[in-house]
């Protein structure tokens, strides 16, 4: 596939801890545009891989593009959603959320303006001056998401965001994220170990194996994606979707 | 930290400070930093002369006795507090006080109440290792799992074999944690009781050697002093870590 | 209505203090005044004003020590926990010093730098420094991975994730670990009253010990563990007060 249409795309991604590999010969495009979900149990690299493309790891070999450009470390073009939020506990959430323009010396009241509105579309309005232990898990997560919003980044990826939160939080920020998809011209890439939830979200889903890691195939749910969220839950399509994946899957957990 | 790839353990940074001692000791460059070699060797020398063993020996018993006592009347205080609310209320804060206080303040009062022998430098150890092993005891019992004692009890245990097959171990990594710190605690408490009290064991050494100004022998017993409390307080840390793979952790 | 805790906590102190008063009048010790001699005595040294002299003579060594341990334990602490190089260096030499008993090196710091004010600052420095650099070394080293991560991911530099993350992540044990460092620095400067020249506070022990003066010996003691009592526990409110929460901002 052409660049123009990738907004990322890796190579020939190898990754070794000591005598461990935990990603070999890893190749796979993202469409720009697009939420992809890289789903798979634990110990398949999807962690490392997005940390690869983040900048946050260095491969041991291979090349992560985007937007056509090799990149070699962090940089403007994207934003990281942490699992375990990775909030400072000694700033406000106003502070959390300007932390990104912080870094790149944007000014204070500019910065604190465009926080401001984030905080307000991921529903926090009102908690800009609280902080970080006096909110409920599900809260500091929209905290880290309004960060990652707040540096208007064309690629955006989440490592497992929602696992970290109950339940039925968890089903709402599912909801919150396809409105926000659909909303953002954003590229998404996104980590989970729940079927469910990558069905869901995504527009592709990429499933990787352990031991070698590598990608087993990569499925495109379609039909249910212009119903109401509501609805998907119970479409059929959706749900033999998840059957079918749960199935080649299951062999890897046992 | 990695030289040429190997990697370095540890207290090896000693070595070069060792190096580091014997050259400025042998430059002179002042009169209190004898060279660490003519320290092993006044070491060497004295370690079998009548005044270091005695010494060692009245320190050694101020030592274990006070540790002695501390053990004897801690931990079941620290029991009875981690089991009883009513007597943890009572006592708590006296523990905790006694804990934060500087204790060095009340050797004049031992000095005066009980003369200057050993029987006043064992309750100076005494007293500053207690707190630290009452309160790790305590904390030990208080956070045996609800769970374990539920399940001794569902199967019928004796209050004894509960004790000591299952309370007795499920405590003991605090425990063990608290005597380690209580031992480096006495070791401190029986110097400076013997530095304020100075006739008995290495209190009355270290006055001769300071009067004379036999940097040498003063050396020689401080490294004596620091190697033995430092070795026997790692022994007690890897023992803690043999009990430790199953010691929940606090807070 | 007062708290049970409170009630509790007054009941023990009458029961000790009561204790104390009986004990003596059974008279076990001549040089074991009673309870109240001891207060009485205390309060004469209070109005007299010579307990106010006292002290001032005596903190100083301690808050000059303890300053000075402050600003060169953190400055080593944080070094340390951000170099290897440095850790593999500096860190045995702490670890050593905090399981060893500084005290004895005491006489050597007499010899070498006189009975005076010097000395007693040094004394102060020495028991204070090992547990400052230690407590400041652990908290950099274990600042939560995901944070800094956090902080590279936004495209920080090295030297915003030190100031930005790492210190403020670190702060709340560099503050035990100085509240620990102001507790030892009180054990050092008594010692260095008792020991290298009694001046404040340390005077008035002597010199009634001297004396026969029992009941103000007592009456200097008991304000000494009094004073650093509350002062520490001053310290831990603060503590608590400015780090609530510091510790649950990350994961729930």
Known sequence: MSDEVNAVSVKGIYKNYGDVEALRDMSLDFPKGQLTSLLGPSGCGKTTLLKIIAGLLVPNQGEVR???????????????????????????????VAFGLELRKVAKSEREDIARKYIKEVGLDGFENSYPHELSGGMRQRVGLARALSVDSPVLLMDEPFSAVDEQTRRKFQEDLLQLVKEESKTFIFVTHSIEEAVYVSDQVAILLPRPSRVSEIIKPSSFKNKDVDSIRKDSEYLDTVEKIWKSLRSYVE | MRIFGIKLPNMTSLILWGLLWEILGRMEVSFFLPPLSSIFTTLADIYDSKAFIRALSETAVAFFGGLFYALVIGIPVGIFMGKNRFIDELLLPWVNMFMSAPLTALVPVLMVLFGFGLKSIIIVTTLFAIWIIILNTRAGVKQINRSLVDMANSFGAKPIDAFVKIYFWAALPEIIGGIRIGFIRAVKGVIIGQLLISIVGFGSLFELYSSRFLMSHFWAIILVLFALAFTISELLAMLAKRFDYYASKRG | MISRSLTLKLLSALVIFGAWEISSRAGI?????????????????????????????????????????????????????????????????????????????????????????????FVVCIMAMPVIVLNTSGAVKNTPTSMIEMARSFLSTEREVIFKIIIPSASPVIFAGLRLGVSAGFIGAILAELKITPTGVGDIISYSRMTADYPSMYAAIFSIIVLAVLFLNVLERIEKYLFAGNDQGYVS
Request: hydrophobic share 55%.
């Open chain 1, 66 to 96: 985007v937007n056509g450009q090799i990149v070699t470390e962090p940089g403007p073009d994207r934003a990281f959603v942490f699992q375990d939020f990775a909030l400072m506990p000694w700033a406000s959430v106003l502070r959390n």
């Open chain 3, 29 to 121: 010790n001549y040089a074991f005044p009673t309870f109240f001699e001891s207060m009485l005595a205390l309060w004469n040294l209070t109005i007299s004003g010579q307990i106010f002299v006292a002290y001032a003579e005596t903190l100083k060594p301690l808050v000059v020590g303890v300053l000075i341990s402050t600003f060169i334990g953190v400055g080593i602490g944080v070094w340390v926990g951000l170099s290897e190089k440095f850790d593999w260096l500096v860190s045995p030499i702490f670890i050593i010093m905090q399981s060893a008993p500084l005290a004895a090196l005491i006489p050597l710091v007499i010899m070498a730098y006189g009975i005076g004010i010097t000395s007693k600052t």
